[in-house]
């Protein structure tokens, strides 16, 4: 997975870049094609506006000709236009060429005598639009020296050009837009397929190792129970034996971890909703841990001074929720821990605890991850730390099953602080 993850992500990007640039390409060409296609239609237009201009003029002239022959002759040897029509007849001549070629554009025309002087334009034809403009003589293609010249400039309108191929052109954004997010979602997947695969590793190493010490020290509690100088010593058989049921209770809550967040997973955990003391609980909990406090030389101070301390919550969790924020403490403080629980009433009607201690702290980085599951902290040199990673989003999904919320705020090197706020009961 390791290896092959950058070669998706490449290989990936490689296509969708691809993609892009063939689509970008296939638009720039259909619009260059657009545009050859209408200089191809305004010379057209141009010869058909010359047979147009010389049929106007034999008939205007009323010269009887009695071939063709006659006819190319006769219009080699004579200025057609000058003096023959007007501006406004050259405009309706070429206007209905152009509407015949399905040209809609706005044009505008001029046409030049041998000296380059101008016989007639239109009202918005400038010199320099000489240079850009199309042009065809209007004497036939044989004639020794052409007496006219006819400019046409088109107008394009590159907006009018997308807008014919809108539907297209929207057609291209909207799965090429879709192959981007295809692709955003991919790579997001495999970011996260890859995160939970290196969770996974660490759970496992976790769990072998937390169940590895009390399986070793339960083997070895068994094989001295064996032993011929322990079997007859009922002091040390008592020993043992507990050491045994020690162990085994250890394993039993380790299993018991993974068995409620596998259930709070498939969210089926029920809570048993009771009416409940939090300074009552608080209590309790900190009777239990307070030995193990003590015996790193710290030091557990409570502050219950909410006025209202009654919430309507699970006994068993919500004792697990403090048991859990106050062993966190504990485990995560350098030397002696000093850990301090307070209560107070917040003027909406709900009820915060805080769990503060002055052990490692977090950087902002694990302040945001650290109720994610299997997610573990870097305890620095803290090596004795040990666990699943269930702790924190176990209590996550409690709190959040009581409608309460928890965060936290800390500072690196100088310790944390957990706030749980929990709705409270009116007093009856």
């Not at 981007?180 to 790579?187: K, Q, R």
């Not at 509690?221 to 322990?230: G, R, Y």
């Not at 403490?329 to 009433?345: C, F, G, R, W």
């Not at 009820?351 to 950087?363: A, E, N, R, V, Y």
Request: proline share 2%; hydrophobic share 40%; aromatic share 8%.
């Amino acid at each position: 997975m390791k290896k092959s993850f950058p070669v998706i992500v490449v290989l990936i990007t490689l296509s969708v870049v691809g993609i892009l640039v063939i689509q970008m390409s296939w638009i720039s060409n259909a619009l260059k094609l657009k545009h050859e296609e209408l200089q191809r239609e305004v010379d057209n237009t141009l010869k058909q506006t010359r047979e147009m201009i010389w049929s106007s003029f034999m008939y205007k002239s009323k010269t009887f000709v009695p071939n063709e022959e006659s006819r190319q002759f006769y219009l080699q040897n004579h200025f057609i236009v000058d003096g023959s029509f007007t501006k406004e007849e050259v405009n309706d001549i070429i206007k209905n060429q152009l509407s015949q070629n399905n040209i809609k554009q706005p044009f505008e025309f001029c046409i030049n005598n041998i000296y380059h002087f101008s016989v007639l334009q239109s009202d918005g034809f400038q010199i320099s639009d000489l240079h850009t403009a199309k042009q065809l003589e209007l004497s036939p293609e044989d004639a020794l020296k052409s007496h006219e010249t006819l400019y046409l400039l088109v107008k394009e309108d590159k907006n009018s050009i997308i807008r014919e191929m809108l539907w297209m052109i929207i057609a291209s954004i909207f799965f090429t837009t879709i192959i981007i997010l295809a692709f955003v979602v991919t790579v997001r997947t495999l970011f996260n397929q890859k995160k939970l695969s290196e969770i996974k590793s660490d759970f496992i190493n976790n769990m072998t190792h937390e169940l590895k010490t009390p399986l070793a020290t339960i083997s070895l509690a068994i094989d001295a129970l064996t032993n011929e100088k322990v079997i007859h010593d009922t002091d040390k058989i008592r020993i043992y034996s507990s050491m045994i049921k020690e162990e085994n209770k250890r394993m039993n809550k380790q299993v018991e971890k993974i068995l409620q967040a596998a259930r709070l997973e498939k969210e089926e955990i029920k809570l048993s909703v009771q009416k409940l003391n939090v300074h009552e609980v608080i209590n309790k909990v900190a009777d239990n841990i307070l030995l193990q406090i003590e015996e790193k030389k710290g030091t557990l101070t409570l502050k219950l001074t909410a006025t209202n301390p009654e919430i309507e919550a699970d006994e068993v969790h919500f004792s697990n929720i403090i048991f859990n924020l106050l062993d966190n403490a504990m485990k995560y403080s350098k030397d002696a821990p000093h850990i301090e629980v307070q209560t107070l009433n917040t003027g909406n009607g709900m009820l915060s605890i805080k769990i503060k201690d002055d052990g490692i702290g977090m950087d902002k980085e694990t302040q945001s991850r650290i109720f994610e599951k299997f997610y573990r902290a870097h305890t620095g040199n803290i090596h004795n730390v040990k666990g699943f990673g269930l702790g924190l989003s176990y209590v996550k999904a409690i709190v959040d099953a009581h409608n309460g919320k928890i965060k936290v705020e800390s500072v690196l090197g100088k310790g944390s602080t957990f706030t749980v706020i929990m709705p409270t009961q009116a007093k009856g």
